[in-house]
């Protein structure tokens, strides 16, 4: 068993990853009756009343529609089960995919980048995140258009690990909050940690994995 699950972690990662995304998801809806009307006492609005009528609040509340939907589409797309179940279903679903991150998560994450609470560095992760994500999912995209099915998945899997990026970071903010740490680099930190940490992870479990099957022909 131990040997079966370093070989491949998915049968038991995959739901893990499907739990730790409802519970965190559903601790963000949470906090929805907050920002609308928008309250500039909570966490994130906080001193933000200043930016926030103009530009900045239709970013902010596409964001806040967008995020949801693509963490829970991608749950749905991503769940072999279900697409083995319905497979009908993930064409189209997989085009709302594309097109809710294409056209909504991806641009608002890029406006609100340029008014990250911690400044520059911060910003400047968000916004790698916006760009990457975005790649990934026409990447995908055009994989599927030219029926190169085996490479589709690897560019949504690779956009789903970047989705994931916003439950990340509020663990990290829940760690932090834990261990009392309120340093001024903390945030800046976590928001290239959130996304480049687990994307690093796949790719390099994505290498050890094509070792290995490469070894196994050679043998």
Do not use: K
């Not at 239709?58 to 769940?79: E, I, N, S, V």
């Not at 340029?114 to 995209?141: D, E, H, I, K, R």
């Not at 990290?172 to 309120?182: E, M, P, T, W």
């Amino acid at each position: 068993m131990r040997a079966g699950f370093l070989t491949d972690p998915r049968p038991l990662l995959r739901p893990l990853t499907g739990l730790l995304v409802c519970v965190v998801l559903a601790g963000i809806l949470r906090n929805y009756p907050r920002y609308l009307p928008p309250d500039f006492t909570s966490d994130f609005l906080l001193g933000r009343d200043a930016d926030f009528y103009g530009g900045y609040q239709w970013a902010f509340y596409a964001h806040l529609a967008a995020g949801p939907a693509t963490l829970l589409l991608g749950l749905a797309l991503m769940t072999a089960a279900l697409r083995q179940r319905f497979p009908a279903w993930h064409r189209p679903l997989g085009r709302v995919q594309v097109a809710v991150v294409l056209l909504g998560l991806v641009p608002s994450g890029l406006w609100m980048s340029a008014y990250a609470a911690t400044g520059a560095v911060a910003g400047l992760g968000f916004a790698a995140l916006s760009v990457a994500t975005a790649a990934c999912a026409g990447l995908g995209w055009r994989a599927a258009v030219q029926r190169r099915f085996a490479t589709h998945e690897t560019w949504m899997t690779r956009l789903f690990v970047l989705l994931c990026s916003a439950v990340v970071l509020r663990l990290i903010a829940g760690l932090a909050y834990l261990a009392r740490l309120d340093a001024d680099w903390l945030y800046p930190a976590a928001a290239w940690a959130s996304w480049l940490v687990p994307l690093i992870a796949h790719e390099t479990w994505l290498v050890t994995r094509r070792d290995r099957s490469s070894d196994r022909q050679c043998e």
